[in-house]
């Protein structure tokens, strides 16, 4: 069923289109070399946007721990610079999930967009990864917590 959305993602509804988009604004960002940490994350979603079916973001935060303080200090500057970019691009998106929910087989692709909106608006310190990896991530987290909890 995946790869089955992945074609249709592709095929009739050009999400190779939006990728290649996606890939270029992060390739600009990370060429002014302040905008890195925003243009590292756009190339990952990018990433997502070729496969949206087989992947998925998740923050870097939930795989390790241990962070580098400055670099997620500088994160969240840039991030504060970022934002208008971030909105015309979260604006750009849902106007494109609502013309997918105008046919009936766009309503899955248009909820994969949905899912993305997010790291659009925060693209610092988002990597894609397969859906299995992140169910794993995902339940180690419930572990944790209940394990903080008990």
């Known amino acids: 069923m995946r790869t089955l959305g992945n074609i249709l993602w592709h095929i009739p509804f050009l999400g190779f289109v939006s990728a290649l988009v996606t890939f270029l604004i992060g390739g600009a960002f990370v060429i002014t070399l302040i905008g890195a940490p925003i243009g590292l994350g756009l190339i990952q979603l990018s990433r997502f946007l070729l496969t949206p079916f087989s992947c998925r973001m998740i923050s870097k935060s939930d795989i390790k721990s241990n962070q580098n303080t400055a670099w997620k200090a500088y994160g969240f500057i840039v991030r504060i610079f970022y934002f208008p970019f ?20 766009g309503i899955p692709v248009a909820l994969v967009l949905a ?15 397969s859906v299995q990896f992140a169910d794993e991530v995902a339940r180690r987290k419930i572990q944790r917590s209940k394990a903080f909890i008990s």
Do not use: D, E, R
Request: net charge positive; glycine share 6%; with cysteine.
């Open 86 to 105: 971030g909105l015309i691009l979260a604006v750009v998106t849902i106007f494109q999930i609502a013309c997918l929910f105008i046919t009936i087989t």
């Open 115 to 129: 899912k993305s909106l997010g790291t659009f608006f925060n693209p610092v310190n988002k990597t894609c990864v």
